[in-house]
């Protein structure tokens, strides 16, 4: 039985060998042949194991790991064009680009890059190896009631950063909330893909132990309820992070036997800007259950 066990951990670990090398090296050679070697499977059967275990084809997968990096080009960097893109994921027109994309994506990159709905990007993506990776990740935790000061951001999502500054400037003229030495979160009071932009609302909460003072700056106080939680660590820009949520709803919650609190999820942030570079950002982000 151990050395049954051994062998498996030892094969998953040549596997995410391989899917770490595509990752790192996406517009390198990724072909049967250069991955079997980073694998040491012999060639004849690595694309039949590499099928078998990730759930798509070798090919399938890289181009889908290049159309997820182009999209998180167009979402976040105005300089890349749709040309860009293209030529980026390995792609020799625009035009086969623009099929792949929508094709994988169910939206045109020019219209993602316009409004990007990464809710309906994440509900296309369906790679089961990365399903199965985030099925492993989820833990369910006993989340305290935390006292927390908040600003409220109405309006647009892409305007949050706006009140992020407005309530570190709170932070730093109160010293009521040490980003130092206190939790930092976040409460979308709504769904940023399907609410109208106007009413939009989003809480902005760094934790206190004691009553926030009065203030010109809007920050009141409020409770996160504490209670049993599925917690998922996003890793990159916050940007991107329906990547991570939708696929909770999508493939783990169903088969979980949990359900869900009326209550709205919410994020801790585990990391600081610019001290840590947006890529490497650790966000947790937390589902309230029953």
């Keep these: 039985?151990?050395?049954?066990?051994?062998?498996?951990?030892?094969?998953?670990?040549?596997?995410?060998?391989?899917?770490?090398?595509?990752?790192?090296?996406?517009?390198?050679?990724?072909?049967?042949?250069?991955?079997?070697?980073?694998?040491?499977?012999?060639?004849?059967?690595?694309?039949?194991?590499?099928?078998?275990?990730?759930?798509?084809?070798?090919?399938?997968?890289?181009?889908?790991?290049?159309?997820?990096?182009?999209?998180?080009?167009?979402?976040?960097?105005?300089?890349?064009?749709?040309?860009?893109?293209?030529?980026?994921?390995?792609?020799?027109?625009?035009?086969?680009?623009?099929?792949?994309?929508?094709?994988?994506?169910?939206?045109?990159?020019?219209?993602?890059?316009?409004?990007?709905?990464?809710?309906?990007?994440?509900?296309?993506?369906?790679v089961p190896y990365l399903s199965r990776k985030l099925t492993m990740q989820v833990k369910i935790v006993d989340f305290a009631d935390t006292r927390v000061a908040a600003l409220e951001h109405r309006g647009p999502p892409g305007l949050v950063n706006l009140s992020v500054r407005k309530f570190i400037d709170w932070r730093i003229q109160s010293g009521q909330s040490p980003v130092e030495s206190s939790r930092t979160f976040g409460i979308p009071r709504g769904n940023p893909d399907t609410v109208p932009e106007a009413e939009f609302r989003f809480d902005i909460c760094g934790e206190i132990d004691e009553p926030v003072a009065s203030n010109a700056y809007g920050v009141r106080e409020l409770v996160i309820p504490g209670g049993r939680c599925a917690v998922v660590r996003h890793t990159g820009s916050t940007d991107h992070i329906g990547e991570t949520i939708y696929p909770i709803y999508r493939d783990w919650l169903p088969s979980s036997g949990e359900e869900l609190r009326d209550q709205p999820l919410f994020f801790q942030y585990l990391s600081v800007y610019p001290e840590t570079p947006l890529a490497q950002w650790q966000t947790d982000i937390y589902i309230p259950l029953v």
């Design 1 to 126: 039985m151990q050395a049954h066990t051994d062998a498996t951990a030892a094969y998953t670990k040549r596997f995410e060998a391989v899917l770490a090398y595509i990752d790192a090296n996406l517009e390198g050679d990724l072909s049967v042949d250069a991955l079997s070697r980073i694998a040491n499977f012999s060639m004849f059967h690595f694309h039949r194991q590499f099928a078998a275990y990730v759930g798509v084809p070798v090919a399938r997968y890289v181009q889908l790991m290049r159309l997820r990096r182009a999209a998180r080009s167009l979402a976040s960097q105005a300089s890349c064009s749709v040309l860009d893109a293209a030529l980026d994921a390995g792609f020799e027109s625009p035009e086969a680009f623009s099929r792949a994309f929508k094709r994988a994506f169910g939206t045109a990159p020019s219209a993602f890059r316009r409004r990007p709905t990464w809710q309906i990007w994440s509900a296309n993506f369906i």
